[in-house]
């Protein structure tokens, strides 16, 4: 995707725009689900150089979930999704913190212990998360989300969420 002029513009004048963070929480988020297939794929490879390529793709998928929680630390859960996966030797627990920001919706992982720092905060069962990568080539450049995290992080930028007419 190629990164809006409007995009630019309103990071060169310290404004992130609800639109804008959404592109950038969505690119960081399929990178990092694209490094997560192909680590999975690594893994059942027998090639020798599989070892170094799942140990590539491992860092990268951790780097893009980094910089997606650096984003949504900044921001206010909606509500704790609880997801409970069962196979034929247990039945496992996750929760996450779900974040709706413009017309898509984030998911980070947290630990059962870690719910009482959000006590506002409904619990929602859910079905099980199935997620996919994207390909890249509709996902706005990491040079550019990059920009808009750190801007964020050092305070250069404002996030200007959308008012209701």
Known sequence: MRTPKKYIENLEKGIVTEEMLCDVLYSYNK???NW???KRQYKRSYAIHSF???NNAR???QKYYSYKSDILNLLQP???HEEILENDY???????LLYVIGD?????PIEKKEIINW???KIIRIEQLITHGSTTDKLLSSQFADKVRIALMEGKAKLIKKVDK
Not at 90 to 96: A, G, K, L, N, R
Not at 104 to 108: D, G, I, T
């Open 31 to 33: 990178r990092a689900k």
């Open 36 to 38: 997560r297939d192909k």
């Open 52 to 54: 170094e390529w799942f």
């Open 59 to 61: 860092e990268n998928e």
């Open 78 to 80: 909606e509500c704790i």
């Open 90 to 96: 247990e039945t496992i627990i996750q929760y996450y």
């Open 104 to 108: 898509h919706s984030f998911h980070h």
């Open 119 to 121: 006590p506002d905060l």
